[in-house]
Nanobody, 123 residues
Framework: QVQLQESGPGLVKPSQTLPLTCTVSGGSITTNYYYWSWIRQPPGKGLEWMGAIDYSGGTYYSPSLKSRSSISRDTSKNQFTLQLSSVTPEDTAVYYC???????????????WGQGTQVTVSS
């Protein structure tokens, strides 16, 4: 069974860059043909797919976040990361990483999900 664990700072200041890491166990991030996604859920709102990296390192981004997002991976650590720049309080959310066979994922009943990590943007 694949397991995913998000990690990163719980509090960041506006204008800073948010770094998040997803550590994967029980499966390789290079395994054909999976996508590894970042999804977030602001308070009182639905799930928002942010972007993904595939088994070969190709990246995909939500149009609304493309200009601020960068997804990469470290295959030696079996990790993939998200850096979200120029954060504002509207970026406050629970951030999830997930694995799926499709490039976009917004349903927790599909794929494999981490438990999520709370991120608050505040000065």
């Amino acid at each position: 069974q694949v397991q995913l664990q998000e990690s990163g700072p719980g509090l960041v200041k506006p204008s800073q860059t948010l770094p998040l890491t997803c550590t994967v166990s029980g499966g390789s991030i290079t395994t054909n043909y999976y996508y590894w996604s970042w999804i977030r859920q602001p308070p009182g709102k639905g799930l928002e797919w942010m972007g993904a990296i595939d088994y070969s390192g190709g990246t995909y981004y939500s149009p609304s976040l493309k200009s601020r997002s960068s997804i990469s991976r470290d295959t030696s650590k079996n990790q993939f990361t998200l850096q979200l720049s120029s954060v504002t309080p509207e970026d406050t959310a629970v951030y999830y990483c997930a694995r799926s066979r499709v490039v976009t994922i917004t349903n927790k009943d599909s794929g494999s999900w981490g438990q999520g990590t709370q991120v608050t943007v505040s000065s």
